[in-house]
């Protein structure tokens, strides 16, 4: 494992601790810019669309005003995954999306 997945790995089980102790909220709001919010909100409507719409990426750039690169990142990520990953992230994000 490199040093980025490890520091990753680290800052997963910080972000997990917080959500035990119900202090998720103020740790990601302090961390994250309003920038990156948005670009974490995008990418999970991105995946969403992708997952369950089955829409074209063209069609998902325009849906979410965002540009084709930014939704075939999104797709690009997603042939990294097995089926089996990408049916969680699917699960995952049913709720936040309705």
Do not use: Y
Request: aromatic letters at 4%.
């Amino acid at each position: 494992m490199n040093s980025v997945e490890q520091e990753w790995q680290k800052l997963l089980f910080t972000i997990a601790k917080a959500t035990e102790e119900g202090e998720h909220q103020t740790l990601l709001s302090i961390m994250l810019t309003p920038d990156e919010k948005e670009a974490l909100v995008t990418r999970a409507k991105i995946l969403h669309k992708l997952l369950n719409e089955k829409c074209s990426q063209r069609q998902i750039s325009q849906d979410l005003g965002v540009g084709i690169a930014t939704v075939t990142r999104g797709s690009n990520e997603l042939k990294r995954h097995s089926e089996e990953e990408q049916e969680l992230v699917s699960r995952l994000l049913k709720p936040f999306i309705e």
